[in-house]
């Protein structure tokens, strides 16, 4: 299915969500909601999940478990980025 979207022109869900996932980090550090160590860490699970989906593209598709793991992974990673802008931590 993200290959089938990507293909046609249109951004695929997976991507869309990822790019509304950086742009909630990047309001949170310039609100001071994230500091950069917070910022760096959620980067990096960003990267693995790139990592994951690549590796789980290499056949061209997504199988149905592929998918909800991946699908896992960006929930989890959509928490984690509410709980740094929502831990009262301050900008240092």
């Known amino acids: 299915m993200i290959a089938s979207a990507a293909r046609a022109g249109r951004p695929a869900r997976n ?5 509304r996932q950086q742009q909630r980090v990047e309001q949170g550090v310039n ?7 917070e910022a760096e860490r959620l980067k990096l699970r ?10 789980a593209l290499s056949d061209g598709e997504l199988n149905a478990r592929e998918k909800a793991h991946l699908e896992n992974m960006q ?11 929502h831990d009262e931590q301050k900008k240092r």
């Open 15 to 19: 991507e869309v969500r990822e790019q």
């Open 31 to 37: 609100s001071g909601q994230i500091n950069e160590r």
């Open 46 to 55: 960003q990267e693995r999940i790139n990592q994951v989906q690549q590796k």
């Open 75 to 85: 929930d989890r990673q959509s928490r984690a980025i509410h709980h740094q802008k």
